[in-house]
């Protein structure tokens, strides 16, 4: 049955979701319940034939590729992904919420209450963990989906949506509810202008992909925007704090959107760089100093980690093992390279003083704004939302992780007793 559906046209594949859809506000609460309960235990017995094809996938990678990173998995994270999906199947429906009611001076009762999107699509690169987590995320919120991987993760997202199809079937419910798109430009294309069986589209990956369905797109699109983060170490800034949080933001997983790509550091503080990036060398960072960071570094950090930054270095997303640096003489010329650079994701200051915090906090114009803690945070699950379909960038609808509640929409509801408009 799986070999015949991928061998479906992508027409054919929207026109089944479409009426899959439309049955989807039948289901109730332990149904869906059943049937995520029934994909982390797939995942989880099924860990081994994972790996097999992810390992198919991963050999046709250059493993020097930003990408293969994030195309791996391993046993811990097919793990981490059944723990996501039990998560989002034990979180609240965010489905018949009144948001607001009140009744009108002609007694007609108002309701405005939360349903869900419809069908939801997204085009994502290398991630299979994106295929469980849009799944899970979409259905509890009583969506159904279409998921666009790339090519470099075909086998891997192609087992595991066949086990979300088996389960599906297994708790009495449609597996057509999802459906996976070939990895051609075709499908891609068809998706994009799929009006009137996509309610919403959302890319995941690189600012490549997201600048083309956003451009390209017939259908509402949600942007997922890359991540070009900073960090400002303040002249206020407690050393020991930042050395920690630096390092955590950049090193601990590089490949992904949250990871840090700038350290700013105010003039008054350039002394102690070394100190402030020194465990780096560890982690073998290469960095790109402005000329007065590479003053301050040269013969304190590895020669060959070292270089002199360029333009293009600033509003880079590295994706690896690679961190600019930036002095500047005032937390307003700080607030004007993040405005200049941002991608709008994830912006952080690491100070002391209330008054510098809080003035960050007003003027960054970012999803999410820290102050003395790792970018590495923003995260639907660490953000309690069990997992997340995205970081929205934009500033309609939705905004930072997106999970349930940002996967509905909602409807009126009226009630009279006769009324007539004059």
């Known amino acids: 049955m799986e070999k015949h559906k991928r061998n479906m046209s992508t027409s054919d594949q929207l026109q089944k979701i479409k009426s899959a859809a439309a049955k989807m506000t039948r289901l109730k609460g332990e149904d869906i319940k059943k049937a995520l309960h029934g994909i982390a235990d797939a995942l989880i017995e099924n860990a081994d034939a994972i790996l097999k094809e992810n390992v198919r996938d991963l050999e046709r990678m250059d493993p020097e590729d930003p990408k293969y990173d994030r195309l791996k998995l391993t046993g811990d994270r097919i793990k981490g992904m059944a723990g996501d999906v039990v998560n989002v199947m034990n979180l609240p429906s965010p489905l018949g919420t009144v948001l607001e009611e ?13 349903v869900p999107l419809g069908v939801v699509g997204v085009i994502y690169e290398a991630r299979p963990n994106v295929t469980t987590d849009v799944f899970s995320l979409t259905f509890k919120a009583g969506n159904a989906c279409v998921l666009k991987g790339g090519s470099d993760a075909i086998y891997s997202n192609t087992i595991l949506t066949g086990l979300i199809k088996k389960e599906l079937e297994k708790a009495g419910i449609d597996p057509d509810i999802i459906q996976l798109l070939p990895p051609d430009r075709q499908a891609a ?26 451009e390209n797109s017939k ?21 020991e704090k930042g050395k920690k949080i630096i390092f955590n933001a950049k090193t601990r997983r590089v490949s992904v959107c949250n990871a840090l790509d700038c350290l700013i550091i105010h003039k ?21 100093a402005d000329k007065q960071a590479y ?7 590895p020669e060959e980690l070292l270089k ?10 590295f994706l690896s093992h690679k961190m600019a640096i930036k002095t500047v003489n005032s937390f307003d010329e700080a607030l004007d390279h993040i405005a200049k650079y941002s991608s709008k994701h994830s912006e952080a200051i690491i100070a002391e003083d ?22 590495a945070f923003t995260d639907g699950a660490q953000f309690g939302m069990g997992a997340e379909i995205g970081i929205s960038t934009q500033k309609l609808h939705a905004r930072g992780p997106m999970a349930l509640k940002e996967l509905t929409s909602y409807k009126w509801i009226i009630k009279g007793d006769g009324q007539i408009r004059e």
């Open 219 to 239: 259908v509402p699109v949600i942007e997922t925007g890359a991540g070009i983060v900073h960090t400002y170490f303040d002249k206020s800034g407690d050393l």
């Open 308 to 317: 002199l930054a360029s333009p293009e270095h600033f509003g880079t997303e």
């Open 295 to 301: 003053g301050i570094l040269e013969g304190k950090y």
């Open 102 to 114: 009140r009744i009108l001076p002609n007694g007609l009762e108002l309701k405005k209450v939360s």
């Open 268 to 288: 008054d503080r350039i002394a102690e760089l070394p100190e402030l990036v020194k465990k780096m060398a560890e982690k073998s960072v290469e960095i790109f």
């Open 354 to 375: 209330v008054k510098t915090i809080n003035a960050f906090y007003r003027d960054v114009d970012a999803a999410a704004v820290y102050a003395n803690t790792s970018t």
């Open 189 to 214: 294309k068809e998706l994009m202008e799929a009006v009137g069986y996509i309610d919403i589209l959302i890319p995941r990956g690189s600012q490549n992909l997201i600048d083309s369905v956003r």
